[in-house]
């Protein structure tokens, strides 16, 4: 199967300062990742689309200044959430699209944001 | 915009079935998904319609009729550890690649 990690698992940070997830695609080659969120009881919210080698594309309302993504290779993606409050904390959830198969999505595990 | 309704919870009862449905109303339409997220875990996928009718993998089975915009997941022979939230999402992209989520229908499975 395809297998997608995030580090760190879990973080918890202080407000105004930033934190780095990191997003990879173990076994496979992803053309496209995409960024979500999910509060607690609620779904999961897109907050962007990256494709390998372009800027990412933003959902409305998300803030691409203070969520920086960067999608340096085809199996690795970064999400920056900067200068974090409190409500930055949430899950976030990555997932990555195979080249291969272009229908499903395959998730990382979430890492779990606390800003205190 | 994109609008996707599941119910909030279902409470059903161990060896039994249980139907989850799901109702979209979404710009495009390039396939719907089910997915099963535990607390505190990311979704797994279970299964993918694009084209009307069943789609059967084992205890789990679903169905799409995309002139009612309208899916349900079937899930048979229910077991303790299907406890868990049934997300039905939506690729809503034309052209790209989009998915919309429900927000959930948290499943309950009692002895």
């Known amino acids: 199967g395809a297998v997608v990690s995030q580090h760190p698992s879990r973080v918890i940070c202080k407000s105004g300062t930033s934190v780095k997830i990191e997003c990879r695609s173990l076994?496979?080659?992803?053309?496209?990742m995409f960024w979500y969120r999910q509060f607690p009881k609620q779904s999961l919210m897109l907050m962007a689309t990256?494709?390998?080698?372009?800027?990412?594309?933003?959902e409305q309302g998300v803030e691409k200044d203070k969520f920086l993504i960067n999608h340096a290779s085809l199996t690795l993606s970064t999400l920056t959430v900067t200068s974090a409050h409190p409500e930055d904390s949430s899950f976030y959830i990555c997932s990555a699209l195979r080249a291969s198969d272009s229908y499903e999505q395959y998730f990382g595990p979430g890492t779990r944001l606390t800003v205190t | 915009g994109q609008n996707i309704d599941q119910p909030t919870e279902m409470t059903a009862t161990e060896g039994a079935i249980v139907q989850i449905n799901c109702t979209y109303q979404t710009s495009g339409f390039n396939g719907l998904f089910w997915y099963q997220q535990h607390a505190g875990e990311a979704p797994t996928f279970l299964s993918y319609n694009v084209l009307d009718g069943l789609e059967e993998k084992g205890r789990f089975s679903s169905f799409l009729s995309r002139s009612k915009g309208y899916s349900y997941l079937l899930l048979k022979e229910l077991q303790m550890k299907d406890s868990a939230s049934y997300l039905c999402?939506?690729?809503?992209?034309?052209?790209?690649?989009?998915?919309?989520f429900g927000k959930g229908t948290k499943l309950s499975v009692i002895p």
């Open positions: 999402a939506v690729n809503s992209g034309a052209g790209s690649y989009q998915l919309t």
């Open positions: 076994d496979f080659q992803a053309t496209t």
């Open positions: 990256s494709n390998e080698g372009s800027k990412a594309t933003y």
